[in-house]
């Protein structure tokens, strides 16, 4: 309940007042707040895992040209 991860959170989905829960229509899965977490608190299920890995997998399956934006 240190709150460091809603603090940090970049798209304020994780409310101050009850930082055990997150806003799935704002969350788009960077995983700054389970990064962030000095105790190890947040964290992320073992299924939601194997899809974020099964869907990264996928998108970078081969090499792609970097992009440049100005």
Known sequence: NCKKCAR???VNAIPMDNVKTVDGDRCFSCMH?????PKNARHNSPE?????EE???ERCAERKP???YI
């Open 8 to 10: 940090e959170c970049p």
């Open 55 to 57: 869907r990264l997998r």
């Open 66 to 68: 970097n992009k440049l």
């Open 48 to 52: 939601i895992m194997k899809n974020f």
């Open 33 to 37: 707040c389970v990064s962030a977490c």
